[in-house]
Protein backbone atom coordinates (compact mmCIF):
# COMPACT_ATOMS: atom_id res chain seq x y z
CA UNK A 1 0.00 0.00 0.00
CA UNK A 2 1.41 3.67 -0.85
CA UNK A 3 0.09 6.62 0.87
CA UNK A 4 -2.65 7.26 -1.69
CA UNK A 5 -5.67 4.85 -1.24
CA UNK A 6 -7.66 6.13 -3.48
CA UNK A 7 -4.89 5.54 -6.27
CA UNK A 8 -4.32 1.88 -5.13
CA UNK A 9 -7.93 1.62 -5.10
CA UNK A 10 -8.30 2.46 -8.99
CA UNK A 11 -5.45 0.30 -9.58
CA UNK A 12 -6.71 -2.55 -7.72
CA UNK A 13 -9.99 -2.37 -9.65
CA UNK A 14 -8.66 -2.20 -12.99
CA UNK A 15 -6.54 -5.19 -12.43
CA UNK A 16 -9.69 -7.09 -11.11
CA UNK A 17 -10.94 -6.18 -14.06
CA UNK A 18 -8.50 -7.43 -16.37
CA UNK A 19 -8.78 -10.36 -14.75
CA UNK A 20 -12.11 -10.75 -14.68
CA UNK A 21 -12.68 -11.30 -11.35
CA UNK A 22 -16.41 -11.68 -9.98
CA UNK A 23 -15.66 -9.77 -6.83
CA UNK A 24 -12.87 -7.04 -5.47
CA UNK A 25 -12.38 -7.11 -1.99
CA UNK A 26 -10.14 -3.86 -0.82
CA UNK A 27 -10.10 -2.12 2.77
CA UNK A 28 -12.93 0.19 3.66
CA UNK A 29 -12.91 3.87 4.11
CA UNK A 30 -15.61 6.78 4.38
CA UNK A 31 -14.04 8.17 1.54
CA UNK A 32 -13.98 4.91 -0.55
CA UNK A 33 -17.36 4.19 0.70
CA UNK A 34 -18.56 7.29 -1.45
CA UNK A 35 -16.88 6.91 -4.14
CA UNK A 36 -18.86 3.51 -4.43
CA UNK A 37 -21.86 4.84 -4.20
CA UNK A 38 -21.17 7.43 -7.24
CA UNK A 39 -19.87 4.58 -9.22
CA UNK A 40 -22.84 2.57 -8.53
CA UNK A 41 -25.14 5.51 -9.82
CA UNK A 42 -22.64 5.77 -12.90
CA UNK A 43 -23.39 1.77 -13.47
CA UNK A 44 -19.90 1.03 -13.34
CA UNK A 45 -20.74 -1.64 -10.24
CA UNK A 46 -23.08 -3.93 -9.44
CA UNK A 47 -22.90 -3.76 -5.66
CA UNK A 48 -20.64 -3.46 -2.82
CA UNK A 49 -20.96 -4.36 1.13
CA UNK A 50 -19.19 -3.65 3.87
CA UNK A 51 -17.76 -6.90 5.67
CA UNK A 52 -16.55 -6.41 8.90
CA UNK A 53 -13.56 -7.98 10.51
CA UNK A 54 -11.54 -7.58 13.70
CA UNK A 55 -9.46 -4.28 11.88
CA UNK A 56 -11.32 -1.49 10.04
CA UNK A 57 -13.53 -4.36 7.76
CA UNK A 58 -12.81 -4.26 4.13
CA UNK A 59 -15.43 -3.57 0.66
CA UNK A 60 -16.22 -6.45 -1.40
CA UNK A 61 -16.59 -4.75 -4.60
CA UNK A 62 -18.77 -6.35 -7.15
CA UNK A 63 -18.09 -5.06 -11.16
CA UNK A 64 -20.30 -4.86 -13.71
CA UNK A 65 -19.52 -6.33 -16.77
CA UNK A 66 -21.41 -6.43 -20.31
CA UNK A 67 -20.96 -10.03 -21.25
CA UNK A 68 -17.36 -10.44 -20.74
CA UNK A 69 -16.29 -6.96 -21.08
CA UNK A 70 -16.02 -4.61 -17.85
CA UNK A 71 -18.11 -1.92 -18.60
CA UNK A 72 -15.65 0.93 -16.78
CA UNK A 73 -13.26 0.87 -19.31
CA UNK A 74 -10.80 3.20 -18.04
CA UNK A 75 -9.75 5.52 -14.42
CA UNK A 76 -7.58 8.59 -14.13
CA UNK A 77 -6.30 10.10 -10.39
CA UNK A 78 -6.39 13.42 -10.98
CA UNK A 79 -5.67 15.16 -7.74
CA UNK A 80 -2.80 13.75 -6.33
CA UNK A 81 -1.21 13.87 -2.68
CA UNK A 82 1.83 16.00 -3.95
CA UNK A 83 -0.17 18.27 -6.52
CA UNK A 84 -4.42 19.15 -5.59
CA UNK A 85 -6.23 20.04 -8.53
CA UNK A 86 -9.26 21.86 -7.31
CA UNK A 87 -12.27 23.31 -9.72
CA UNK A 88 -14.98 25.80 -9.20
CA UNK A 89 -18.72 24.93 -9.80
CA UNK A 90 -18.83 26.56 -13.44
CA UNK A 91 -15.32 24.79 -14.77
CA UNK A 92 -15.76 21.21 -13.13
CA UNK A 93 -14.74 18.92 -16.40
CA UNK A 94 -17.08 16.53 -19.04
CA UNK A 95 -15.11 13.46 -18.92
CA UNK A 96 -15.85 11.54 -22.95
CA UNK A 97 -17.64 14.60 -23.33
CA UNK A 98 -20.41 13.61 -21.08
CA UNK A 99 -19.95 9.85 -21.24
CA UNK A 100 -17.74 9.26 -17.50
CA UNK A 101 -17.63 10.54 -14.28
CA UNK A 102 -15.75 13.50 -12.39
CA UNK A 103 -15.50 12.67 -9.11
CA UNK A 104 -15.42 15.67 -6.92
CA UNK A 105 -14.65 16.16 -2.92
CA UNK A 106 -17.00 19.61 -2.52
CA UNK A 107 -18.03 21.15 1.03
CA UNK A 108 -21.03 19.53 0.88
CA UNK A 109 -19.40 15.83 0.68
CA UNK A 110 -18.22 13.92 -2.58
CA UNK A 111 -20.53 13.66 -5.71
CA UNK A 112 -19.98 13.52 -9.29
CA UNK A 113 -19.36 16.51 -11.46
CA UNK A 114 -23.14 17.22 -12.04
CA UNK A 115 -24.73 17.06 -8.60
CA UNK A 116 -21.47 19.53 -7.68
CA UNK A 117 -23.01 21.87 -10.86
CA UNK A 118 -26.60 21.37 -9.38
CA UNK A 119 -25.54 22.09 -6.32
CA UNK A 120 -23.37 24.89 -7.64
CA UNK A 121 -19.83 23.85 -5.70
CA UNK A 122 -16.73 23.31 -6.62
CA UNK A 123 -13.91 21.68 -4.93
CA UNK A 124 -10.93 18.96 -5.41
CA UNK A 125 -10.89 16.76 -8.41
CA UNK A 126 -10.44 12.92 -6.96
CA UNK A 127 -10.51 11.45 -10.21
CA UNK A 128 -12.10 10.36 -13.88
CA UNK A 129 -14.07 7.27 -14.49
CA UNK A 130 -15.08 6.25 -18.02
Same mark, same amino acid.
Request: hydrophobic share 40%; aromatic share 10%.
Given at each position: ?? @? $????????? =????? *? %? /????? $? =???? !?????????????? +?????????? %? /? @?? +???? +???? $?? !? /???? /?? *? !???????? %? &????????????????? #????????????? @?? !????????? &? #????
Amino acid at each position: MS @Q $DPIADFLAA =FKNGL *A %R /KKVYI $D =FPAS !KVLGNILKIMENGG +FVENFKKVSD %R /K @QG +FFRI +FPKY $DG !K /KPVL /KG *A !KRVSHIGR %R &IYTSASKIPKVLEGYGL #CVVSTPKGIMDGE @QA !KKANCGGEV &I #CYLW
